[in-house]
């Protein structure tokens, strides 16, 4: 079964149960509180795999919308923090990069 919630996922309320899995793609540079919304997807899942714009040199860039710019895995980790991540990958699209990262959270 797949339930669908449309919601400001700063103010939703999770069920008691965590989630099984949380996937949230390219999502997290674009908010105000990278480091709250971050914790709250590990808080919210059993397993949740993350991705970010890797390193992307878009400071200058109007069309991207991102408030958050040149995301390293320090930045990602300060942000998690005291969650750690099991694994992360680098891929390269082009001439893009981003980061996979896995938290797991019981």
Not at 10 to 23: A, C, H, R, T, V
Not at 55 to 75: P, V
Not at 88 to 101: E, P, S, T
Request: hydrophobic share 40%.
């Amino acid at each position: 079964e797949v339930d669908f919630v449309k919601a400001d996922f700063m103010k939703f309320q999770e069920p008691p149960e965590k989630y099984d899995l949380l996937i949230c793609s390219q999502v997290v540079e674009h908010v105000d509180d990278p480091g709250g919304f971050v914790k709250k997807l590990i808080e919210a899942a059993r397993t949740s795999i993350i991705s970010v714009p890797y390193q992307w040199n878009d400071k200058n860039c109007k069309a991207c919308h991102h408030k958050s710019n040149y995301i390293t895995l320090e930045m990602i980790a300060n942000w998690a923090a005291p969650y750690k991540h099991d694994h992360h990958f680098i891929v390269q699209d082009n001439n893009a990069k981003r980061v996979i990262l896995v938290f797991h959270h019981e």
